[in-house]
């Protein structure tokens, strides 16, 4: 039997007969295989007609590749295997790479069975059943490609949608928007969100996404990142008590430099609010050399209000002044004359004209309203900074 043109140098290849035979099949060869995939796939039935008609095509195509690559081997197969590849871009939103899979072994399985019988002779059946052997290879890796850059590409896209969230909650973005786009990313709506920021540790942002990510999923937490010119905002989620074991070890996927935490909040809607104090903190940090690593904003409070933070200024007279002021002169007074002595109780006492157990119960009272210990130095500072602000707002009079 003579070869045709197409055929291996040295190879059978299949007569022109056999040609028009396979051309003429190709259609039912593809209506063959759909309806197989109807019978031996439930989720295949399921889907809508229009998307079947496109596996349908789908079909009708790596059929039609298979035919011009008998033509010739070595010269269409790359051609061929491009035109199926762009195949799966379509579907790859409503059919998973495993279920792709499945579909192309049973379409293969059907051209092993049915196109070795339109061959003329045993030299012919061998010639397809190999050709079948190797088309269906490279139709597996075109697929399998096609898949990687879709999902390339999906990642890309969620990166850069993850970035717009994070800038939105920084700059404090309508919260409509925020959560549509937050939803997108697959976090939950009613999470609580912590805002921590802090320097990158590398100018790879691929690496600096696995170092947060592999932190946050031994935590078992999602997080949203974004690298914002010289600084790396995270948005943690879920409660994030006590500091020193989730944000602690959240704070090693930072580089070198302080790591400040905002409030944890409610939900991602009020994020806002836990950026904007942990970016206060970041930069106001710098007056406290001796701040632990990661810092809760509340806890520099007084550098955010001597750096002009209003906001700052705002909590320590809530948390602190007011309390004080509400609870009676005495115990402003005990702990004026307290920190003007020094610290020293017997001090304070005869300064006051009480007994040292009087001071020693107010001092109690004072820790209970205001989460404050006036024997420690620095919540001593935070004490009489807060002290200072509450009496300057009220002589501006805004308290």
Known sequence: MSSTAGAHEGTPGLSPRTMRKLERASGNLAATSVA????????????????????????????????????????????????FRSAPKDISRWVSLRQTVELVRIALELFEQQLPVLAGNDQERMFLTEGVLRYGREIAFSAATSYAAAAEARGAWDARLEALVVDGIVRGDPEEALLSRAAALGWDPAAQATVVVGNPNSEDPQEIIYGVRSKAARLGRAVLLSVQGSRLVVVLSGPTDPVEEVLAKIAEAFGDGPVVAGPTTASLA??????????????????????????????????????????????????????????????????????????????????????????????????????????????ALVLRVALSVGRLARARGLW
């Open 36 to 83: 197989e995939m109807e019978n031996r796939l439930p989720w295949f039935r399921r889907m809508p007609a229009d998307q079947r008609a496109s596996v349908l095509l789908l079909i009708q195509n790596g059929v039609a590749g298979f035919v011009s690559w008998l033509h010739d081997p070595e010269q269409s197969m790359s051609l061929s295997a491009e035109a």
């Open 270 to 379: 009020e994020a806002h609010r836990s950026a904007s104090d942990a970016l206060s903190g970041l930069r106001a940090v710098v007056g406290w050399p001796g701040a632990p690593r990661p810092v809760r904003s509340v806890d520099l409070l007084p550098e955010r209000a001597l750096a002009g933070d209003p906001e700052a200024e705002w909590q320590l007279v809530d948390r602190v002044a007011r309390p004080l002021e509400d609870a009676g002169g005495s115990l402003l007074e005990t702990v004026d004359a307290f920190l003007e002595v020094g610290g020293v109780l017997e001090t304070c006492a005869r300064k006051l004209f009480v007994h040292p157990n009087t001071v020693r119960y107010r001092l109690r009272r004072i820790h209970e309203l205001t989460g404050r210990n006036a024997h420690d130095p620095r919540d």
